[in-house]
Antibody, heavy 124, light 113 residues
Framework: QITLKESGPTVVKPTQTLTLTCTVSGFSLNTRGGGVGWVRQPPGKALEFLALIYWDDDERYSPSLESRLTITQDTSKNQVFLTVTNLDPVDTATYYC????????????????WGQGTLVTVSS | DIVMTQSPDSLAVSVGERATINCKSSQSVLYSSSNKNFLAWYQQKPGQPPKLLISWASTRESGVPDRFSGSGSGTDFTLTISDLQADDVAVYYCQQYYSTRITFGQGTRLEIK
């Protein structure tokens, strides 16, 4: 069974840096054709793609947030990390990690399954 | 970026009836070499993470009831839910993965009338 679980601080102050961890099980992060992405959802609002990382450490970012995001992975620990710098109250959201899709051994950028998400509140 | 626009923003349908949700992309998400549409649909129930329903615009994921169907090509897509059940109450999102600049629609809230 494939599962993902997000962890990190629940409250951070404006201007601070947030680091979230996604711990995966049931698959290996360095298996060819795999990857993990991060998506966030402000309360009552829509989903927003943030970043993704493939099995070979290739990364992709949302253009609007790229300057503030860093995604990395530690395959030995089955963990993917997302760092968001210079936080603002508008960054308050539930942050999800999810496995990227795979079709016949090729990775595609849909998300399945998702973790339960972690709510991060940015407030002084 | 490819902008995904869903319509309507919300709809209410009676149990047993059909619900239709539309998704329009600002540019084609049809990859000509494979003739595949890089379009996914998700269902998000209250308090839960999204769940993948459909990939490639019309391929249902394992375990998804056949009441859910996806159609369309190029820039215009539809998610149809037949024989609506009370358990289908959720927000539905489309997502394009044609570009690595992944984008979602704004969501359509489905309620029971």
């Amino acid at each position: 069974q494939i599962t993902l679980k997000e962890s990190g601080p629940t409250v951070v102050k404006p201007t601070q840096t947030l680091t979230l961890t996604c711990t995966v099980s049931g698959f290996s992060l360095n298996t060819r054709g795999g990857g993990v992405g991060w998506v966030r959802q402000p309360p009552g609002k829509a989903l927003e793609f943030l970043a993704l990382i493939y099995w070979d450490d290739d990364e992709r970012y949302s253009p609007s947030l790229e300057s503030r995001l860093t995604i990395t992975q530690d395959t030995s620990k089955n963990q993917v990390f997302l760092t968001v710098t210079n936080l603002d109250p508008v960054d308050t959201a539930t942050y999800y990690c999810a496995r990227l899709g795979n079709n016949d051994g090729t990775v595609y950028n849909w998300f399945d399954p998702w973790g339960q998400g972690t709510l991060v509140t940015v407030s002084s | 970026d490819i902008v995904m626009t869903q319509s309507p923003d919300s709809l209410a349908v009676s149990v047993g009836e059909r619900a239709t949700i539309n998704c329009k992309s600002s540019q084609s998400v049809l990859y000509s070499s494979s003739n595949k549409n890089f379009l996914a649909w998700y269902q998000q129930k209250p308090g839960q993470p999204p769940k993948l329903l459909i990939s490639w615009a019309s391929t249902r994921e394992s375990g998804v009831p056949d009441r859910f169907s996806g159609s369309g090509s190029g820039t215009d897509f539809t998610l149809t839910i037949s024989d609506l059940q009370a358990d289908d109450v959720a927000v539905y999102y489309c997502q394009q993965y044609y570009s690595t600049r992944i984008t979602f629609g704004q969501g359509t809230r489905l309620e029971i009338k």
